[in-house]
């Protein structure tokens, strides 16, 4: 089936750096990925949306300077959290659009800890 | 704004029951996709099953079936022969026609040996 793989799984920064997170798609191409923040014991929040070869669609509250998002091949998308801070810190889940029988694929997610 | 609501912060079920966990949502569209995931400690979503809103059969899948309820806008998961390996993070989720997901605050499941 069809598989997403997402890099770091757990990641540690010092507070004001960057950190950057990828999202593949192993074996089809994904047109579109999404990417979504999830607080301890909550839901999953939808960030953006990544388009191949265009800009990303952020959520209302998701500041775009923030979070960037690439989306530069069929297979790679990767979301940079810049100039991070401790509340930036939480679970960062990946999915794609894989055109199956389900059509989404999660990744298996990264914990960013911002120190 | 698709609003994805989960009454049931945590329910348990004794091993081998039957346990329903409940779902509602708020859309204006007509068209759309609503989705079981569950999330276990590994924090790896995963999909139990899925529904097309201009279906009005209900899905089943195995042991796993719901309650599609289109004009009350109601989504229940029924989980029968309830088994250890089913405890995890259930989380009901609505799809657009723009492709985006809108997830609940999800139902925390424990099973009971």
């Known amino acids: 089936g069809a598989v997403v793989s997402q890099h770091p799984s757990r990641v540690i920064c010092k507070s004001g750096t960057s950190v950057k997170i990828e999202c593949r798609s192993l074996?089809?191409?994904?047109?579109?990925m999404f990417w979504y923040r999830q607080f301890p014991k909550q839901s999953l929040m939808l960030m953006a949306t990544?388009?191949?070869?265009?800009?990303?669609?952020?959520e209302q509250g998701v500041e775009k300077d923030k979070f960037l998002i690439n989306h530069a091949s069929l297979t790679l998308s990767t979301l940079t959290v810049t100039s991070a801070h401790p509340e930036d810190s939480s679970f960062y889940i990946c999915?794609?659009?894989?055109?199956?029988?389900?059509?989404?694929?999660f990744g298996s997610g990264t914990r960013l800890t911002v120190v | 704004a698709q609003t994805v609501t989960q009454s049931q912060p945590e329910m348990s079920v004794q091993e081998a029951e039957t346990v329903t966990l409940s779902c509602t949502y708020d859309?204006?569209?007509?068209?759309?996709?609503l989705f079981w995931y569950k999330q276990p400690p590994s924090r790896q979503m995963i999909l139990v099953i899925r529904?097309?809103?201009?279906?009005?059969q209900n899905a089943t899948e195995n042991r796993f079936s719901v309650n599609f309820q289109k004009a009350a806008k109601s989504f229940s998961l029924k989980i029968s022969d309830s088994q250890l390996g089913d405890a995890a993070m259930y989380f009901c989720?609505?799809?657009?026609?723009?492709?985006?997901?809108?997830f609940g605050t999800g139902t925390s499941l424990t099973v009971i040996p």
């Open positions: 999915s794609a659009r894989d055109g199956g029988l389900y059509g989404y694929t």
């Open positions: 074996d089809f191409q994904a047109t579109t």
């Open positions: 990544s388009n191949e070869g265009s800009k990303a669609t952020y």
């Open positions: 859309t204006s569209e007509s068209d759309y996709y």
């Open positions: 529904q097309e809103a201009y279906k009005q």
């Open positions: 989720a609505y799809r657009n026609t723009g492709n985006q997901f809108y």
